[in-house]
């Protein structure tokens, strides 16, 4: 069975552009493959944030993913920092991963234009990243379509290190897409995403759901309520598409085309649609609230566990990169 890695990191809360573009997706594969889910919080740190809130946003993450469905009992579900192996190989990484090319990151560049000074964790989160998938040999990436270019880099990656240490020793990760690809913001321009504000959470209540929708950008053309829309340049419309019935998508298109429906007709019935879909995850994340110990646990046995296949591949990397080996 082919092993799936797969990370999030616990910079925010679950908002429905990581659940549609990923999380639904790992839920789904746990029944067919060996799957490994990481809470990043070494990545996380690579973006000004507060010690003081690090905790409870991973102990939330953890509790979020396992409220969407994550099975501990099917999968490893462990955090990133309780496995000091990741750090290792990602050093180790930095001698064969191309500088060139991580300049030339999509994400590094747009993360850089938004501080001052740049940390060198920055330029190299894609390296830390590619140690992640590589330290368990997985080779299947469930990932949004932000991260294609971090994989071709970790298959870059793995390829050179191969090439310098030991030949087909780590398999090239692929990405494995949901029809979610890329799911934008509320303001209809960016991507749907943490750092922009521009998000809905998972575990929201139907209240702030219908609070954010209700602004939510439409078709800039449609002006008044008797304009026909056109829902294919409607953010609102694909949204309907991950929460509504096929036959109710069909119709929201057809009332928009029509004028038949305002935008806020439209949005009330995709508010209706998402707090339903989303009301099972709240429920069972409220459950677990309380129960903070058992996610705890839940975490501990998870890293148990990724440290056994960790400590196992780091000393094959020891061993052919030709370190001393440690004791007498
Ligand atoms: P992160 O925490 O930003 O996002 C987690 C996952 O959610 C996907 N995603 C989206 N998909 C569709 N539409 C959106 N608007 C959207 N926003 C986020 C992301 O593609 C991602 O799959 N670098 C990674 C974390 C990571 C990782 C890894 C992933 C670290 N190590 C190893 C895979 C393998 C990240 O920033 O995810």
Redesign the pocket.
Known sequence: MSRV???????GEL?????????KNWVTLQSEFECIF?I?DL??ITQPYEPAELEARTLEMATSLLAAGIDPERSTLFV?SHVPEHAELAWVFNIVAPLGELERMT?FKEKAARQESVPAGLLN??V???A??LLYR?ER???????LQ??EL?REIARRWNARFGRDFFPE?QAML?P??????LDGAA????SLGN?IGVLESPEAIWEKLRPAMTDPARKTRRDPGNPDICNIYRLHQFFSAPAEVTMVAEQCRSAGWGCLDCKRVLADNMIAALAPVRERAAALAARPAYVREVLAAGAARARRIAGAVMGEVRQRMGFLPAGV
């Open positions: 890695f797969s990370g999030i990191q616990p910079s908002h429905i552009g990581n659940y549609l573009g990923a999380v990481c990043v990545h996380a990133q994400q989160y894609p830390l990243q590619a992640d998938i997985a990436v469930p990932v949004g379509e932000d991260q971090h994989l970790a990760p949901s979610a690809t890329r799911i934008m913001g991507k749907m995403s943490k998000t």
